[in-house]
């Protein structure tokens, strides 16, 4: 048998090893460097657009009253600051596209879709966003010393597809983010070995897991001397991948607030009408695993831009997506899609409340030590339209902002500054610039974090 046989086919067996090790490496909390809050970052998407009239609350800063689309969140108001009036895709039009694939790509982005080669969800082709989504720069700067056992999570209800319209987090230039559909194998991945407490379990834990990675490194490393540059490369980057394992499994801890749920039932996910249900499995999962500490930064994305989802449990026949193609005198067609909206203003508030009921090992809640933002996929729904889109701010990143606020930037910033604020919040306060949409003129629309929103 020759070497080149038999190297790889120990190759196969080495990385054999190493998909076995996802059971092994620990469910178990990491705390940063040092004391203090643990700081989470929670992006959640929901798609078209409420009833901006209806939605937008009344008043001044600090004394408004939310608008009839956002009423479910009247008990969570000292936790939110309501922002109205951004534009996610300013400059010359935001780039190639239609109104939904900038509405979604652009919105952690900050940055023009790619040209062509791509289903546009609005008719013709685009390429994915061409540029890093705000959460993936958090997650990796944070990294080297939030050593959690994800940098990231992704998580999605329904949201179909694998084009630009069905992708909103992105690793990099034209890199979308797949993201966890089915909550049955999200809980798996995340919580599949549990977590423990316990010092003694956790050390002989640690013990035996060290042991599986030794045996796999050093497999790996005999054969690096005997393949070619090009594998070698490969076999390099899964080492660093056991490297960075293991160096995760030097941290441990635990959290309090973190107590593993049974294993969710496994359902159709992509039932139409288990749609609200997927979400609710989604809420608990995310909010599980910000509270157990296995990654600071998360994301939901609710299905989609061109959504669609039938709400029948409204009442309503048609998708989402077509019920936001209204006419603007057409008073009965506006009223289903304010409902629609005042539904998923309920589930954020179910969200919100999840994370509230966490009490966290640093002091004060889950909710208080996180900065949820929530943004809609479009500022109006019938024309595609980017500008004037609505966002909410929830929770105080431990004390990094004054909630309970209400800011209406009423001559169309762009959007950016917020995204620098997110990176702000959280300890990255090395950029005053994210994305390529940022235009000049005028302090909002200048590099730096959103004005007024921290205090």
Known sequence: ?????????????????????????????????????????????TPNAPIIERWKPSGSETSFTLGEGLRPLDGLKQHLIVITGLDKAPGRNGGPGSG??????????????????????????????????????????????????????????QPGGTEPCTRMIYRGPRQPVEPMTDPYAAFDRIFGMGVTTNEGERLQILAERRSVIDRVRGDLTTIRSRIGTDDQKKMDAHLNAIREVESRLQTGG???????????????????????????????????????????????????????????????????????????????????????????????????????????????????????????????????QTAKCPFIVAGTAGGYFKTGRFLDYAGGPPHSPLLVSMCHAMGVTSLDKFGTLTVGGGASGSPGPLPRLRV
């Open 254 to 384: 635990g959290t309090s607030s973190c107590k593993v749920p049974a294993r969710p039932a496994k359902l159709e996910h992509n039932a139409n009408g288990n749609y609200p249900k997927v979400m609710d499995l989604q809420m608990d999962l995310v909010t599980l695993a910000l509270a157990c500490d296995m990654t600071r930064v998360a994301s939901l994305q609710m299905s989609r831009a061109v959504s669609g989802a039938t709400h029948s449990w409204l009442g309503f026949k048609d998708n989402a997506h077509a019920m936001g193609h209204y006419k603007d005198d057409n008073t009965g067609a506006k009223e289903s899609v304010h409902k629609m909206a005042v539904w998923y203003s309920q589930r954020f508030a179910d969200l919100l409340n999840k994370m509230k009921a966490v009490s966290d090992d640093g002091g004060g809640t889950l909710l208080d030590n996180t900065m949820v933002v929530w943004a809609w996929e479009l500022g109006k729904s019938n024309n595609h």
């Open 100 to 157: 939904h694939a900038k509405g979604i790509a652009h919105t952690w982005t900050a940055a023009a879709n790619a040209s062509g080669g791509l289903k546009d969800c609005g008719g013709g082709s685009v390429g994915f966003a061409d540029g890093m989504s705000v959460d993936q720069h958090i997650a990796n700067t944070i990294a080297p010393t939030v050593k959690t056992r994800f940098k990231s999570l992704e998580f999605a209800v």
């Open 1 to 45: 048998m020759s070497d080149k046989s038999i190297s790889r086919r120990s190759i196969l067996r080495s990385l054999g090893y190493g998909t076995a090790l996802a059971p092994f490496i620990p469910a178990l909390s990491a705390r940063a460097q040092g004391a203090g809050v643990r700081r989470r970052l929670l992006l959640v998407f």
